[in-house]
């Protein structure tokens, strides 16, 4: 296993219609038969559009378009590690509107201040790839 920071503007990064994404470290994982690269993105998300923001979007389904364009034994993952807490971000959001940190979990969004986020980020890789 390999982690690596990403450059920004001149590492790996994706061409988006909405802009450019350049996720902030790069983990490459070689097994006997596969491969996995998971692109990890820490970032704040008190200025974000919830889970319809377009940065969770492609982190949930345009990784895994480009995915299916590469070679089978590749698979891609991406991660957004939210330095913003979870009870920072609910309370700017209306109550009918209010998801739980299950939901965000679901759209890969692991909150730092969660002691087990690490193990999280490591199930889910283990249960997308089997």
């Not at 993105?41 to 480009?66: A, C, H, M, S, W």
């Not at 965000?104 to 199930?123: S, V």
């Amino acid at each position: 296993m390999v982690l690596l920071r990403n450059e920004a503007k001149s590492g790996i990064g994706f061409q988006l219609d909405w802009a450019c994404f350049y996720p902030d470290f790069i983990m490459w994982i070689k097994g006997a038969d596969k491969t996995w690269m998971v692109f990890i993105d820490p970032k704040g998300l008190q200025y974000t559009k919830g889970l319809e923001d377009e940065r969770v979007e492609f982190i949930n389904e345009g990784i895994k378009e480009i995915e299916r364009k590469l070679n089978q034994d590749i698979f891609l993952h991406a991660f957004i590690l939210s330095e913003t807490k979870y009870k920072d971000i609910i309370k700017r959001i209306k109550k009918e509107k209010i998801l739980s940190q299950q939901d965000y979990e679901n759209k890969k969004i692991l909150f730092l201040e969660e002691d087990g986020w690490c193990k999280k980020l490591f199930e889910r890789l283990i249960d997308e790839s089997s």
